[in-house]
Every structure is written in C-alpha cells, then in structure tokens.
C-alpha cells in the first residue's frame, strides 16, 4: 500500500520535503538500529518523529556544542523506551553522538543504551535525565521547571529564562506518578511545561481501550492544565500550532494530545501492539523504507540535506552568544549574586567555608534528651544561610518531621519560595527533587517524609542513585519507637531495604551531634544521593568523653564508648547507640568490657581503608552484638559467625514507643545478655521485659 | 459559641433526636478515647460521624454477629487514621468490640489500634482491611468490588450481590495510587463502589489549598465516576439522599464529596490542622460536650437510646438469614457449584488433591532449556482448572510475564472473567489483589510485571505481608540477564529488598521444574503472601541425577549437584544455579568437590529444622560460596566469615544478557576461582571474562 492509500493519513497534509525527509530519517535510523540491535520499541518514534523534528528545529533553544548551557531548554523523553527518537534527534542537531553510536545502539558501553541514561560516567550529550520507568520523566520535567522559575525570580531573567518540553505515552498517564504530579504542577501553575502525550491507542498487552478509557484532557483540566489536541501526528501545521500556544501559555502547564499511529507507516506493523517493543523484521523495514522512497537496501542513510535542515549548531551558538552577553552584563551588574550563582553550578559536593563552625553543638547536661528530627530542624536553620539556592520540603509532614527553612517563603503560584509544600504526594516529591538536581542552580534539593513512605517513592530514589543526584532525602520517624500510630507506620525492613540500593548513602546518626554532621557530610562530602533517618522520640545526647563530638559520621562507624580491652563489641545505629551504651553499663558492672561502635552508615564505613575499619572492629574480637530497631538482614557481615544480633524480625505494633522497643526486645538487658553469650560469659541480669520469642540468636538459625 | 452561631451549621439542618444523640455519641467517644490515648487523630470521626451513622444503620447489610457473612457490605476506611470512627461505629452497630476496647485504644494487645488492623491474631470484628498509608484502602476496596462481581455472576445475585462502602480524604486523593485505582474502576464500571470523600479542606500542613487545588468531581468523572455533592456534612438528609443515588448507580463507582469541617464542633479546634492528628486537649473536650449538651465530666458515655438505635444486631441477623435461606435452596439446586464455593472460601493454604500429578514436569534432554517465566506459562495452564476463582492479571506485560489463564475471558466492563488487564498500573494491582483476598471467595489472586516495577507496588506487597494475605506476586525479567532495556530495568537490590518484608515467602526458582514445584508450594504450602522471581532468558532444565524433580522447593534448599565428600559448597539461586552447576565441573576437573545447593527460597530453608539445614550445609564445611545476581547484603549468614560471595554490587547496563552477565562477572570461572579461594586451593584456569573489578572478595570488606 502506499501512504495515500492509508486512510489516516488522508486526513490531513503529510509534511512534505526537506521536512518530511528530516522525520523519515529519524524514522530510518530508528529502524534500522533497532535492527540491528535485534530488540527495542521503534513504534513510537516513527509515531512521533514529526514532533521531535519540529522540537528540536523550531521551538528549543538549546545549543548542540554546549549541552551544559545553564539556560537551554530541557528535553525529557518521559516514555524512555522511545529512546531511538532522542538519538536520532540528538545526532541530527549536531550533538557530539556519532552515527557509528547509534549503530552501537542497546550493547555494551555504547552511549546509546537501551533507555536514556543520564550517566555521569558515560555522558550522552544532550540526554537530560534517565528515563524508563513510566512516569518518572514527566515529574523529573515539573522539578526542572520548578527549579526554573526558582532561579528565574532569584537571578532574573536575563540569565534564567526557558521552558520545558517533553513527550509522554499512555503508560505515563496510567502510572499512579503521572496524577501526583500534574496536580501538583497544575496547583503551582508550572506554565513553562509543554508536554506532547503520544495518543496512539496502543499498549503491550493491545489496545489501550482493554484497560485505559478515562477522558485523559478533561482530567488534567480538573488539575488546572491547559490542554490542546491534534489530529494526526503527521500535520506539521497544527502541531505547530499547538505546541506554540503551549509555549505562549505562562500561567498554566500545557499538555498536547496527540494521535497518532504507532509504527507509522509500516503496512503490516503499524497500529498493532508488535510495532510497540520488538523490531519490525527485515521484510518489514525492506517494505516500509520503499513506502518512503528510501532505498530499501542501504541502512543508515542521512541524506545531506536532512543534516544541512537538522543542525542546530549555528543556531544554538547564537541563542547560547545571545545569553552569554546577557549574563556577562548581569554579572557586571550583580557581582553578589554572580558568586552565588557560580557556586550554585559548581561541583555539588565541595566544602563550604565556616559551615562546621556554623552546626549547632549539643550538650549532654544542657540538651539533654531530644529528637534527632527535632535536632535536624535546628541544624536546617544553622546550614540554610549556605545554601541559599536549597529547595525542597515535605510530603505534608514538614509539621512532623520538622524539615524546613525557617523563615523562608513558601513555594506557591504567586512566588517561588525555598519550601515546597508537595502534599500527599511522596512519589512526585521523589522525582522533583531529582528533577531540580537534574536541571542544576538547586544546590542538594531535599525531600521529607516518614521512613514508611519512602516505599511510596522507592523509584524515584532508586533513580537518584542511579543517576547518581546529590539530594538529600530525609526520612523521620525511623523506627518502631514511633509509637502508636503501629505497623503501618513503622518501618522495619526499611533500613535494609534502603542500603540495598547500590550508590545510595544512608546514614542513621545516633544523636543530635550525629545528626549535625550527617547534614554536614551529606551537603559537603558526598555528591550522589543522602538518606538521613531521623527519630521521632528523644534520643540522649551521647556523653562522647574523649570522642570528638564531629567526625565521627564522616567515617561511618567509630568508638563512641570506649573501654581498656574489650571483651566484646556492641554496634549500633541511631537510637539503639543510646541502648547500647545502657548496656555496655550493665555489663562493665558484671565484669564483662563492651567496646561500643556507633555506625551511622554502613556505605561510609566500607569506604574507609582496612587498618581503619581493622581499628574499629579488631578482628581479634569475635564476640560481637549488632543492636538496631530493624530487620537483622546484613549485619553478619558486620557480627561474624559468633557475633549475636539484637533486632526486630518483625512488624511493629500500636502502643506507646517505649512500650513497644520493650516488648519486641530492644533492651540494655538483652543487649547484655546477647553480649554475654557471644563473650561465652555467664552473667546475672534482672529479667528482661522483653518477650522470650525475641530472645538474641545466633545467625545460623535463621534470624541475621 | 453555641451550635446555632456556627456559621457553617446554619447553612443545613443539623441532625436533632436521637439520630443527632448516636451521632455525637461517636463523638464523644472519639473525643475520649483519644484524650485517654495521649495521641491519635479526633477531627476526622468528628466531623464524618453523621456519614458513618448512616452507612451501619440505614444503608449498609452486615450483621455484627457475624463479621464474616460472605455476602455482606464491606466497610473501608481509607482514611484510616480515623479509626474512631470506625471503632466507635462498630461497637455502637453491636460488633464484639466492648467499651473497654475503645477504652485502650492504642495500647498494647488491645484491638483498637491507631490505625485499623487487619490482624488474623489479634482480630478486631468487622474491620475488613488494614488502612493507614493513603490510598490503600480505596485501592483495596475497588478489589473487593472486583471480587464481588467475578462471584456474582459465577455463582449467581441470590448468592453473592453486595456493595463496598468507604471514607477517603484528601491525602487519599492526592497520592497517585488513587489515580491508578480510580481509573481501573472507572474503565470497568464498577457500580458497586460507593465512597465518600471528607472534603474538609484541611491537611496535617494546613489548609489544602496551599498545596491541593484540583477539581476532584471534574477529576472522577474524567474516569468515568458517577460523582455527587453534599454541602454539609451534618446535613443528614442531604447525605442520605447522595448515598442512596450512589447505592441506585450500578454501571459507575460513586464518588460523594462531603464538604465537612474537621474537627466539628470544637469551638476552639474545628477547622483547624490541630484537629488533625493531635488530642483536643482537656478543656476543649470539656467545652464540646457542653457544646454538645453533654455533661463534660463523663467520659466515654453511651445513652440506652443511642445503643438502642445504633444497634444492628437484630437486622443484621435477619438479612443474613434471608440470605442463608437463598443459599440453602441454591446449594441445593447447584451442588456442583457449592462445592467449589466452599473450596473458594476455605483455608487459603490446603492439599489441592491431584494437582501435583497435573504439573507439568520438563525433561533436560527434551525441553533443553526454556526461560522460567515460559515454564510458569506452561504451570498456570496446568493448575487452573484446580483454581476455578483464581483471579489475577498482569500491568500491561501479560505478553512478557506470560502470566494469564490461556482460553479464559478478560476481566471488562461487560462481563468477568479471571484476567484482568490492569493496564501500566502496578500500585492499583497490588491493592486491588489485597482487596481480592480479603474479600474472600477469590482464591490465590496474582499481580504481575518486572521485578524492577515491585518498587511501584512495594506499599501493597508490604501490606499483604504484614495482613498475611494469600496472594501471588509474579515478578519476571528477574535480573541483569533480561539484558538490552537497561539498568533502569535491571533489578540488583530487589532480591534483598524484597526478603526484607517481615512474612513475605520469596522465591527464585532454577529451572523449569522448580517454577512447577514453586506454583504449587503457593498454592498449597503458603497461607501469606508469595513472590515468584521468575527469568526472561533461558536457562537450562538441570540435571538431577538421583535428586527427585519435585520437594526441594518447599523446604527453600537442598543439594542439587552433590559430590562424594564436598571440600566447598556453592549456594545459588534461580538462573545462577546452572552457573554453580558449571563452576562444580571447572573445580572437580582441577581436583576440587564442590556440592551445589539451590537455595530457591531464604524464608522456606530458615523455617526448616536445624537438623534438616545442618545436612544441606554441614557445619563443618566453612568453605562457602554464594552466587546470586545481585546485591551481596544478607548473604554472610550462609557463607560465614570464610566464605564468599560472587554478586552484581552495583547496577546493570544495557547490551544482550550475556554480556552484562559475563561483564559484571556472573561466570562459572569467577566462581571456581571463589571456591578455590575458599577452600584454600590453587586452581589454574582460563582467564575470566568478568573484570577484575568484580573479583569475588571476602565479607569483611564489605562487599557482602
């Protein structure tokens, strides 16, 4: 069949010349390596070339020589799995992504993975983010654009002015991820957003209409968007139209629908699930390219006129030599804000000057006992002057887990200020936050919510990792001493379930010292992503003796409680050090030396060199007790084949915090008792208040 | 201020008589039982009183004598930090739940926990379903809806024909959950949902409008909702009114937006975030009752009149005897039916007679090698006809899961069947499963994607694990073997991440035989929740030798590949077993015994006897090597301080399966080389293809 025969695309003007051969190359090369790569999802680029080509030639100001411009305009390829359209794009403006990269495209170290990869190790130009899991591009778009116009009301916008475009499918739309964030986006009427959603009808399983039938512009009208359609993906002109109304569009975020037909125009293939993630075979690629007027024999072919169209290299210098002067006056202008300016873009993990003198210190007689989230609030108020471009905020619990500048604005419609109110909305909070990260000028955009939620955005923290952001996510009522709002709520497996995901840092700080230099070492000394997990009960302020109060964070694990030579180690996190150090009482009176490690975070510990950690844990020392209000998973490695663990292998339960760390057995008592049977001790101890069922086993039964 | 000068109440006629008495009474009650607490949240079961009086008394059939009346209405409280609402309800309707139970309310063992439990221990009568982190129970109730209609029209109106109740808040509606569930629920008309949203306005951080300004009824319609106001929560007729359309509405789910005032009346509290989650406090409790015309002194005060109207008991026993009479004269009529009914309803985990013998069983030589996730399709066909009203589906990748039951009908708007496409809606399924098996009737339902995409869901799997539901989890593409889609679908940490649930069976089984002998351990074996790690490469169908096909599985290892007298052992899981299997002929070639241990399941081996463990991994031999591909943490409990890992501690990358396998050093050369090490022998082999970088290394530093 030829084009004119199908009947969809009589329905409007299919782009012609130079234009048309621009798109059909991106539908070619796009072909052809998944083709070659024997796997991929050529589907939706040849759907949607048209759209990339107008993106990437006429409504993006971004400059191919330069992908780090402060000012471009982002892309984000929120239905990564398109990622052929991105390549081709790329490649076709100009960008440093040779063809021999896209023939390289899905195998081992190419720059053209799978899924787009914003990967600092193996850089492709012009990818801005990560994408794949569903969902996840569309809110990494809504954190550039609230980091834009962060910067743009701080700096102006001479220096900060540009939008954010991006491409997104039904899956998108169907991820839980999509609503969270363009309600969110919609509340704080984020106008610089254009997104095009790719209305093709189909999903993997078959036509979208077997599960999807939700009238997808009305609802994101009900959430404050502007919304647009287009007929047919093929029309130029009425794409053209659209997406300049989106760009002209400020109060609101826009989304274009688009219908289009994926696989488009492979007769056999088009308009069925098969064109959506396997390649479309020889014969089919053979058929499709005659349909074009290519010649169906040659394999990636750009014929000269379709780069000589594409190149965005003079046109992006310009836009980019434009700004440069803009910016160089603005400098002039405003040296105070350049230097700002200049550290807000610098390396993300560098030292700031005065900070360490700046933390709060805390004293054991005059402090007391308080919450490490109650400590990190004032640690927030010491640090917030050094960082003046920090954005972030909570899920609806800055009241609880007490994260926010004080003083500072809140973010709204009307003006960005430094706290952001995410709502109920842990997940859009996740992928803002990586968004602002991505976007750059946001110096450690944190998010805030209880431990148990980081489930509800466990994806977007994963890609902070993955992605290797510097962002801090800051997870409070961290354990069963939460108390009564019970299982639901307290987390257990939380702890192992977070240092599983390579590259993330987490760090449980034993007390509110601890919880100033973790702060401290998450904003200057790591520059991938933080966990800080806080208390929401008191905790003492540790007596450190000869310990220096900081210090200690920054290398994972020290000795907090030290004696001459130790029959025993106790390690511990967080609330637990406080008990370890009970304990360790209870047993120097019986006769039996319990050195005690306070390890804040297992990934710093084992960065450290083996003399240092040798230091720590003397191999020597066999008997050994891990002490933490969690699952055991891990710590043998930690205790050894002797060593006992004093943990929760359970799910929590309602009543009083204290009531609860008693009755599942987070006691001095039973830390000493486990002690003493891993020393091969005999000791006499008041009975335990905690239930025999949790009495300390050791690993091989099963419980570490 | 009296009632009359509150504003608000004069906008309707506030409920007087004895109905307004029963609706204080809740109330009050709520009132005490949080001030005797010290903590929880009043505003909510304050201001919705009225709406929970209505639905136990007037609209809902359930019989409070017996709470588990297959054919009741089931109540969610998806706002579930309102529990006194509910409590309160379910005392005054006659439930088992006496005065002295609200009296302990978030204490220790009592059955009014902060948040309502679904706890098969510990059972509070009439709470259907654990609620607390937001969304949940709108998700788990349009399963119920699910459930409910599959049985009807299997089994027929006069057997099974009811309604799902519910109270959702704004947090509800904000988490993208309720999108994901909303959207299903619209798309497959489930008339028989009924919610009210609690539109108060107000969120832990304050007014909603700071962060919420989304038009929810626009919002659900979009979805295809049936959508209705009441502009008073107090306005009882008005209620009743929207209640009894939304009961009359049989093709769409019912959203009734109440405009309430949390907190109502408290002179001081209402309308404000304090109302939210914190105690009144003594004299703002004193004032309300007075408010109220109730005497301030008395605590947790019940009127005759109020028990007497409330009470359920009596009608309760009459409609379910009705309905016995018509289940009679059916079971009567539909013997054959009845008796599937009565398998449907019964222990979860039971002998399924004939099953094993109906599993197919796969031959090394014959089947050769074939992907786990093909295996598992071949299984479901198989036992289906054994789980008449097993109910699953698969998030838009039954086509890659091949998870469905071949020649049964999709699950639609028009008709039920057993698969249902839940479209890219990972989080929606979970729940919804959860919803299923807490209805009951439906047996084992399933959920289906990537392993990578549980993060979605990881809420909902965590609920079914801590309410110890019979459900299946089916998770494919099981690591970095399913190759060119990348690290972002890549699981590394899920292994770890997933075995950290507290009463969560996870297993990866190793060839085709095992996924058999995985099934059916779910389906007989395992009352609570089950994950299946299933592979989307092939890997071969192991030869056993005099190892029987079938029992390893249950009992979570067993030696595989067994040698004279092991100088090593090597445990491995799913698809690096036949690694393990290659590394034992390297090492006996060069001299080496190796037993090799498939160790599908940590949990099922941890729950065998210690004779039984000691056999599978003799104390004596300290030389260990485990080989999983993926993170190393937990490890060290098997391998001991001597032994060895060879893990991927790090994520994927994309490129064909076998290389990012080879790559990151999951080889049978590595492996050898580990054993060797382990068992302190020098062993010559061919160079590995994995890179140095990946050298198997002892626990102690840190990389296991």
Redesign the interface.
């Known amino acids: 069949m030829g084009l004119e025969t199908n009947a969809w695309s009589e329905a409007a003007p299919v782009a012609t010349g130079v234009d048309r051969l621009c798109i059909d190359t991106i539908r070619t090369l796009t072909m052809d390596a998944v083709e070659r ?1 024997k ?2 999802h050529p589907g939706m680029p040849m759907a949607m070339a048209p759209a990339a080509y107008l993106l990437y030639t006429r409504f993006m100001r971004h400059n191919p020589r330069d992908p780090r411009w402060p000012d471009r305009d982002r892309f984000v390829l929120s239905a ?1 799995h398109g990622s052929m359209l991105l390549y081709s794009a790329l490649h076709l403006s100009g960008y440093d992504l040779p063809l021999d990269e896209l023939k390289r495209f ?5 720059k053209t ?3 787009p ?1 914003r990967d600092r190790v193996n850089e492709t130009p012009g990818v801005e983010t ?6 996840q591009g569309l809110a990494v778009a809504v954190g550039m654009a609230l980091a834009e116009r962060f910067l743009r009301e701080r700096y102006g916008e001479e220096v900060m002015d540009h939008r954010v475009f991006g491409i997104c499918s ?2 998108d739309l ?7 964030t363009a ?2 986006a ?2 704080l009427g984020l106008g610089r957003v254009v997104f095009l959603y790719d209305d093709n009808a189909i ?4 036509p ?1 209409s ?7 512009p ?2 994101f ?4 968007w502007h919304t647009l359609s287009v007929d047919d993906a093929n029309d130029l002109e009425a794409l053209s139209t659209a997406i300049a109304a989106g760009v002209a569009e400020s109060a609101r975020p826009t989304l274009i629908a688009v219908k289009s037909i994926i696989g488009w125009p492979a007769p056999n293939r088009q308009n069925t ?1 098969k064109a959506h993630g396997a390649p479309l075979g020889e014969d089919e690629v053979r058929a499709t390219k005659k349909l074009l007027g290519w010649d169906p024999d040659a394999e990636f072919v750009v014929p000269a006129e379709a780069y000589e169209r594409f190149s965005q290299v003079e046109r992006g210098a310009a836009l980019q030599a434009e700004w440069q002067d803009r910016f160089d006056a603005w400098r002039a202008e405003r040296r105070d804000l350049a230097e700002e300016w200049d550290a807000a873009w610098s390396d993300p993990a560098r030292p700031m000057p005065g900070l360490a003198d700046a933390l709060p210190g805390f004293d054991p007689s005059e402090d007391g006992a308080l919450a490490t989230r109650a400590a990190g609030a004032k640690v927030m108020e010491a640090f917030a002057p050094f960082t003046p471009t920090m954005v972030g905020g ?1 899920a ?5 887990t007490k994260t926010e500048f004080p003083g500072e604005a ?1 973010y ?1 419609r009307e003006a960005a200020g430094r706290n952001v ?5 842990e ?2 909070m996740g992928a803002a936050v990586n968004g602002m990260a991505l976007h750059g000028g946001i110096v450690k955009p944190y998010g805030s919510t209880f431990l ?2 980081a ?2 955005m ?2 977007a923290i ?2 902070s ?2 992605m290797a952001l510097p962002v801090v996510w800051v997870f409070t009522h961290d354990s069963v001493g939460l ?7 307290q987390p ?2 939380h702890y ?2 977070l ?5 993330l840092t987490v760090i449980r700080p034993a007390d509110a010292n601890e919880t100033a230099d973790a702060w401290r070492v998450a904003l200057e000394d790591v520059d991938g992503p933080v966990c800080l997990l806080l208390t929401r009960q008191n905790v003492p302020v540790l007596e450190r003796g000869s310990v220096p109060v900081t210090g200690g964070v920054a290398r994972g694990g020290y000795v907090v409680g030290e004696v001459r030579e130790p029959d025993v180690i106790l390690l511990a996190t967080g609330s637990e050090v406080a008990v370890a150090l009970e304990a360790q009482v209870l047993l120097s009176a019986r006769g039996v030396d319990a050195r005690v490690v306070s390890m804040p975070s ?1 990934e710093l ?3 450290q060199d ?1 003399a240092y ?1 040798d230091e720590v844990l003397p ?1 020597a020392i066999r008997a050994r007790v891990a002490v933490e209000a969690g ?1 055991a ?2 710590w ?2 930690y205790v ?2 002797t060593g006992r663990t004093v943990t929760i ?3 929590g ?4 915090g204290e ?2 760390l008693t ?1 599942l057995g987070i006691t001095p008592e039973r830390v000493a008792r486990a002690a003493a049977q891993a020393a091969g001790r005999q000791i006499e101890l008041p009975a335990t208040e905690g239930t025999p069922a949790f009495e300390a086993t050791p ?4 419980h ?1």
Chains 1, 2 share one sequence.
Request: glycine share 14%; charged share 25%; net charge negative.
């Open positions: 790569a796997s991929g990564g899905r195998q081992w170290g190419s993975p799978g899924h990869e990560t994408t794949g899991p569903l969902g039904d899956g169907q991820e839980g991820l999509s609503h969270e309600s969110l919609g509340h999903q993997l399983d078959g979208t077997e599960s999807f039938s939700e009238d997808v009305s609802r009208r009900a959430y404050g699930s909570a609806d619990l800055s009241e609880s809140v709204t109110k995410f709502g109920v909305r997940h859009a148990m939620f489930d509800y466990r994806p994963r890609l990792a993955l108390g009564e709002d019970g299982p639901t709520h257990v497996e192992a379930a240092r599983a995901i390579p590259g297992w510990f084992d960065a083996a950690r191999p699952v998973q891990g043998s490695r050894g084949d292998d359970r799910f339960a309602s009543a009083p009531t609860v009755e690993p091989q039964a099963g570490s």
